[in-house]
């Protein structure tokens, strides 16, 4: 045989050779191609605080209709009256006389007396829960709350 045609076919079973391992080789491996990363777990995130309860809307609360006042109110000679926020009071007027008898106060609030709450011409009361003042007064002829 002559040394050219030795050398093709040398080079022709070479390349049989690597056309057959080839395949094999690239499904195994891959190929050339980059290797696959390795999937990793995700940064751990710091917990978010959940958002805050907004504040209930207040409700109003009819503190007029209390027992305690209704109990005093049924003599023509009471005058119930509603203390915004604060609560309900009642005043009795009995031949000129003005006293307290009774009074529901909303939770939180408390009251002063500036004038007589049990026997004068007048109620004169301070209200108040610290951030919210009322001023209640009762007195012939005039209803003043504030």
Same mark, same amino acid.
């Given at each position: 045989m002559s040394r050219s045609i030795?050398?093709?076919t040398i080079l022709a079973v070479t390349l049989v050779a690597v056309a057959v391992a080839a395949p094999a080789a690239?499904?195994?491996?891959?190929g050339d191609s980059a290797p696959t990363p390795t999937p990793t777990a =995700? $940064? @751990? !995130?710091?917990?978010?605080? =959940? $958002? @805050? !309860?907004?504040?209930p809307e =207040?409700?109003?609360?009819?503190?007029?209709?209390d027992p305690t006042i209704v109990n005093v109110a049924l003599p023509d000679e009471v005058l119930v009256n509603a203390a915004g926020a604060a609560g309900c009071i009642a005043v009795r007027v009995?031949?000129?006389?003005?006293?307290?008898?009774?009074?529901?106060?909303?939770?939180?609030?408390?009251?002063?007396?500036?004038?007589s709450t049990t026997g004068g011409?007048?109620?004169k009361l301070e209200l108040t829960d610290g951030r919210t003042d009322i001023t209640?007064?009762?007195e012939p002829g005039k209803t003043w709350i504030r």
């Open positions: 030795r050398t093709t690239f499904a195994r491996k891959g =995700p $940064a @751990p !995130t710091a917990p978010t605080a =959940p $958002a @805050p !309860t907004p504040a =207040p409700v109003y609360v009819d503190y007029c209709a009995h031949n000129g006389v003005f006293s307290v008898a009774a009074m529901v106060l909303a939770p939180g609030w408390t009251y002063s007396a500036k004038s011409d007048r109620v209640y007064l009762v």
